[in-house]
C-alpha cells in the first residue's frame, strides 16, 4: 500500500478501509465522475480518517462555477417538514442566541438558502458568502444584498472582521480542513460565534462511497481539530446524522485526538457498507427469481454505488425516497421517485441504502405500500 501524508497531522501511517474502488464514482451533488478512484484511510497517528483520493488533488477544478452543480434543497423531516438550511438555522439560535445585529458570513453559500432564510429573521445584519461552486450566480440572486465571493476562501480578503461565521457541509469538502478553521479563526471579531453543521460519519458510513467528501467527521473529532484551530465549542447539537457546534475563539491547543476511537468507528462504518451493498444485490437476486423490479431507498452514495460495487452498474432503475424536492432527477442510469409512485413502476423489493439511523421507520413506512423491504444484514 503506498504511503501518503495524512491531511491533518502529516503522518505517514494509515490503516485502509473498505472500498479499494476505481472507476464512475459519485459525488454528493448526485452527479457521477469518470475515472474517480476511494482511496479511503485511517490515520495511525492522529485517527483522521480520509479519502485519499476522489476529488483530492484536485478540488480547484472541480469546485467550480462551470463544474459544481448544486442538488436540490434537502429537506429535514421532523415534527414539521423544514429545508434542512431552516432547521439548521432553528438548531443554532437554541444552542446559543444570535445578536440583534453584526455581519455574518456564509462559509459555502450553496445556493444561498441559508442567508435568505437568516435575513427573514434578523434584517439588521450585513451578510456575506463564499461559494466557489455552481451555486454561486444563483446565491448572488436570491440574496441581492450580500457580498458574494465566487472564489475559494483562501482567496477572499474580507472587509470587516465577522460577527457571526457559518460553516454548513464543507469542511468534509475541504483538502485541508484545519487550515480552512485558522482562516474562520483569523476573520472572526472579537466575541464572535462560529456556528458548524457536519455530517456525522458515525452515522452515514454510505460516505466511504462518495467522491468529493474527503474527509469524515465526526464530533469528537472535529472538537479536537477546532481546539487545535483556536475554536472552543460551546454549545453541540450530536447524535444524528448531521451534528451542530456553536464555538468561540480560543487559545489553539496541541491536537488531542483518539486514533483508536476513530478506528473503531471506522471499521465499523466498513462493516455496514459491505453490508449495504449486499443488501442491494438481495434486492437484485429476489427481484430476479421473482419476477419482479428492484429499488433502492434513500440518495446516499452507497445505493447509487452499489450497482458499480457489484459489476452491474445498470441493475438499478429506480431510486425511491421521500424528499420530493429530488423526485424526477436522474442520478446516473435511475430516476428517483416517491414512494407513492412504486406500484406503479412494477416495483417489488427495495433495499435499503440509507444512513442506520433511520432503518426502522423507513421499513416501517414501506410496510404500507406491499414491497419486500431488504435491509442490511449486521
Given at each position: 500500500?503506498?504511503?501518503?501524508?495524512?491531511?491533518?497531522?502529516?503522518?505517514?501511517?494509515?490503516?485502509?478501509?473498505?472500498?479499494?474502488?476505481?472507476?464512475?464514482?459519485?459525488?454528493?451533488?448526485?452527479?457521477?465522475?469518470?475515472?474517480?478512484?476511494?482511496?479511503?484511510?485511517?490515520?495511525?497517528?492522529?485517527?483522521?480518517?480520509?479519502?485519499?483520493?476522489?476529488?483530492?488533488?484536485?478540488?480547484?477544478?472541480?469546485?467550480?462555477?462551470?463544474?459544481?452543480?448544486?442538488?436540490?434543497?434537502?429537506?429535514?423531516?421532523?415534527?414539521?417538514i423544514k429545508s434542512q438550511q431552516e432547521r439548521?438555522?432553528?438548531?443554532?439560535?437554541?444552542?446559543?442566541?444570535?445578536?440583534?445585529?453584526?455581519?455574518?458570513?456564509?462559509?459555502?453559500?450553496?445556493?444561498?438558502?441559508?442567508?435568505?432564510?437568516?435575513?427573514?429573521?434578523?434584517?439588521?445584519?450585513?451578510?456575506?458568502?463564499?461559494?466557489?461552486?455552481?451555486?454561486?450566480?444563483?446565491?448572488?440572486?436570491?440574496?441581492?444584498?450580500?457580498?458574494?465571493?465566487?472564489?475559494?476562501?483562501?482567496?477572499?480578503e474580507l472587509p470587516h472582521k465577522?460577527?457571526?461565521?457559518?460553516?454548513?457541509?464543507?469542511?468534509?469538502?475541504?483538502?485541508?480542513?484545519?487550515?480552512?478553521?485558522?482562516?474562520?479563526?483569523?476573520?472572526?471579531?472579537?466575541?464572535?460565534?462560529?456556528?458548524?453543521?457536519?455530517?456525522?460519519?458515525?452515522?452515514?458510513?454510505?460516505?466511504?462511497?462518495?467522491?468529493?467528501?474527503?474527509?469524515?467527521?465526526?464530533?469528537?473529532?472535529?472538537?479536537?481539530?477546532?481546539?487545535?484551530?483556536?475554536?472552543?465549542?460551546?454549545?453541540?447539537?450530536?447524535?444524528?446524522?448531521?451534528?451542530?457546534?456553536?464555538?468561540?475563539?480560543?487559545?489553539?491547543?496541541?491536537?488531542?485526538?483518539?486514533?483508536?476511537?476513530?478506528?473503531?468507528?471506522?471499521?465499523?462504518?466498513?462493516?455496514?457498507?459491505?453490508?449495504?451493498?449486499?443488501?442491494?444485490?438481495?434486492?437484485?437476486?429476489?427481484?430476479?427469481?421473482?419476477?419482479?423490479?428492484?429499488?433502492?431507498?434513500?440518495?446516499?452514495?452507497?445505493?447509487?454505488?452499489?450497482?458499480?460495487?457489484?459489476?452491474?452498474?445498470?441493475?438499478?432503475?429506480?431510486?425511491?425516497?421521500?424528499?420530493?424536492?429530488?423526485?424526477?432527477?436522474?442520478?446516473?442510469?435511475?430516476?428517483?421517485?416517491?414512494?407513492?409512485?412504486?406500484?406503479?413502476?412494477?416495483?417489488?423489493?427495495?433495499?435499503?441504502?440509507?444512513?442506520?439511523?433511520?432503518?426502522?421507520?423507513?421499513?416501517?413506512?414501506?410496510?404500507?405500500?406491499?414491497?419486500?423491504?431488504?435491509?442490511?444484514?449486521?
Amino acid at each position: 500500500m503506498q504511503k501518503v501524508s495524512c491531511p491533518v497531522c502529516g503522518g505517514v501511517e494509515s490503516i485502509r478501509l473498505y472500498p479499494e474502488y476505481s472507476g464512475t464514482c459519485v459525488t454528493s451533488q448526485l452527479d457521477f465522475l469518470a475515472h474517480c478512484t476511494l482511496d479511503n484511510r485511517c490515520c495511525d497517528s492522529c485517527g483522521f480518517i480520509f479519502n485519499a483520493a476522489g476529488v483530492r488533488g484536485r478540488t480547484n477544478l472541480v469546485y467550480t462555477q462551470q463544474n459544481w452543480k448544486p442538488k436540490p434543497q434537502v429537506l429535514s423531516f421532523g415534527n414539521s417538514i423544514k429545508s434542512q438550511q431552516e432547521r439548521a438555522l432553528d438548531v443554532f439560535e437554541e444552542m446559543l442566541p444570535m445578536p440583534g445585529s453584526g455581519r455574518i458570513l456564509d462559509f459555502g453559500a450553496g445556493r444561498g438558502f441559508f442567508l435568505e432564510y437568516f435575513s427573514r429573521r434578523h434584517p439588521g445584519w450585513e451578510m456575506f458568502a463564499i461559494e466557489p461552486g455552481g451555486g454561486q450566480m444563483e446565491h448572488a440572486q436570491r440574496i441581492p444584498g450580500a457580498l458574494s465571493y465566487g472564489v475559494p476562501y483562501y482567496k477572499v480578503e474580507l472587509p470587516h472582521k465577522m460577527d457571526c461565521i457559518v460553516v454548513m457541509s464543507v469542511l468534509e469538502h475541504l483538502e485541508d480542513p484545519l487550515a480552512a478553521l485558522r482562516w474562520i479563526v483569523r476573520n472572526l471579531a472579537d466575541n464572535g460565534i462560529v456556528y458548524m453543521q457536519h455530517p456525522d460519519f458515525e452515522h452515514l458510513p454510505g460516505d466511504l462511497f462518495c467522491a468529493d467528501h474527503i474527509g469524515k467527521l465526526t464530533p469528537s473529532y472535529l472538537e479536537a481539530l477546532c481546539a487545535h484551530a483556536g475554536l472552543k465549542v460551546v454549545a453541540g447539537n450530536t447524535g444524528r446524522v448531521m451534528f451542530n457546534f456553536a464555538c468561540k475563539a480560543a487559545v489553539p491547543s496541541p491536537l488531542c485526538t483518539d486514533a483508536r476511537q476513530a478506528l473503531d468507528i471506522a471499521h465499523k462504518a466498513e462493516h455496514i457498507a459491505q453490508a449495504s451493498v449486499a443488501c442491494v444485490r438481495e434486492a437484485l437476486e429476489t427481484a430476479s427469481r421473482q419476477g419482479g423490479t428492484a429499488a433502492v431507498f434513500g440518495t446516499s452514495p452507497v445505493g447509487s454505488m452499489a450497482p458499480y460495487m457489484l459489476g452491474c452498474p445498470d441493475a438499478i432503475h429506480w431510486i425511491v425516497d421521500e424528499n420530493q424536492n429530488v423526485w424526477g432527477r436522474q442520478i446516473g442510469n435511475a430516476t428517483v421517485i416517491g414512494p407513492e409512485r412504486m406500484a406503479e413502476c412494477g416495483i417489488t423489493d427495495v433495499a435499503l441504502a440509507i444512513s442506520p439511523t433511520y432503518w426502522e421507520v423507513v421499513s416501517q413506512k414501506l410496510a404500507a405500500y406491499n414491497v419486500r423491504v431488504h435491509r442490511p444484514q449486521t
